[in-house]
């Protein structure tokens, strides 16, 4: 039971940490090696600029529920390590809680990714495609939900 305990608290640091990482960088999309941007800024080789007043309304989405699944995310992370110590907090048990947090952050991440990629596929032309960011935001979904499936026990 304790190496299922271990196994999920590795894997919600894993999701987490893609996670956050993926909000954080601007590798989302890129466009013939030339600009690169992520949820945040758009960036060339030399300079990188802030989106401004100007941000589509699916980017908006995006970066709320990539938000909310990262505080999700990091009650999931720290309710399964508080567990090794506490069964419960007042009233409330943590792996449950811990649990229900870590499915909540992985429906928020599918989402947010699912949103960016219907929303963005229409304007991929020629030249542009997803970028390494974009893949670290959608493998913290799955990993959630392992995380979840792993904590349930």
């Not at 894997?11 to 890129?30: E, P």
């Not at 709320?64 to 508080?82: D, K, N, P, R, T």
């Amino acid at each position: 039971m304790e190496g299922l305990q271990i196994a999920a608290c590795v894997f919600s640091f894993i999701s987490l940490l893609l996670l956050i990482i993926a909000m954080a960088s601007n590798y989302w999309i890129i466009n013939l090696n030339i600009t690169h941007s992520g949820l945040w800024q758009i960036c060339d080789a030399i300079t990188c600029l802030s989106y401004g007043m100007e941000v589509r309304d699916y980017i908006h989405a995006t970066r709320a529920f990539l938000f909310m699944g990262m505080i999700a995310g990091a009650v999931s992370f720290f309710g399964l390590c508080a567990s090794f110590y506490h069964s419960h907090i007042g009233s409330v048990s943590i792996k449950p809680l811990a649990m229900s947090a870590s499915f909540a952050a992985g429906v928020c991440s599918l989402i947010a990714m699912a949103t960016f990629t219907g929303m963005y596929s229409q304007y991929i032309v020629l030249g542009r495609w997803y970028g390494w960011s974009f893949g670290l935001g959608w493998a913290s979904f799955p990993l959630f939900l392992i995380t979840g499936g792993l904590a349930w026990k």
